[in-house]
Nanobody, 125 residues
Framework: QVPLVESGGRLVQAGGSLEISCKAG???????MAWFRQAPGKEREFVAY????????VYSDSVKGRFTISRDNGKDTLYLQMDNLKPEDTAVYFC???????????????????WGQGTQVTVST
């Protein structure tokens, strides 16, 4: 088990920036990690991915160029820097650790076996 706890979500104005984080409750440096989000009335969707050695990152088209995923393996913490936020970015953001089929990039949610409880990000107009 890898307990994951997200934090940092809040209300922010459109065009603003916000960084959210995800702290693992045990060493997580060997895990591929990702951020997902779920907007009201919509299914949860992939946002960003980072491999264990920070050699590869992948973003969804909707956030590419605006969001940056990073990690500090020494602190067992995953980050998501979000810039130029838009109202459509409003969602609960979840971090997740990959537990199967992790050798290459994956955005398939069933490949991520450990999930946090989520943190709410609300972008106002």
């Amino acid at each position: 088990q890898v307990p994951l706890v997200e934090s940092g979500g809040r209300l922010v104005q459109a065009g603003g920036s916000l960084e959210i984080s995800c702290k693992a409750g045990r060493p997580s440096h060997n895990y591929v990690m990702a951020w997902f989000r779920q907007a009201p009335g919509k299914e949860r969707e992939f946002v960003a991915y980072i491999d264990a050695l920070v050699r590869n990152t992948v973003y969804s088209d909707s956030v590419k160029g605006r969001f940056t995923i990073s990690r500090d393996n020494g602190k067992d913490t995953l980050y998501l820097q979000m810039d130029n936020l838009k109202p459509e970015d409003t969602a609960v953001y979840f971090c997740a650790a990959c537990t199967r089929n992790c050798m290459e990039f994956t955005s398939v949610q069933s490949n991520y076996g450990y999930w946090g409880q989520g943190t709410q990000v609300t972008v106002s107009t």
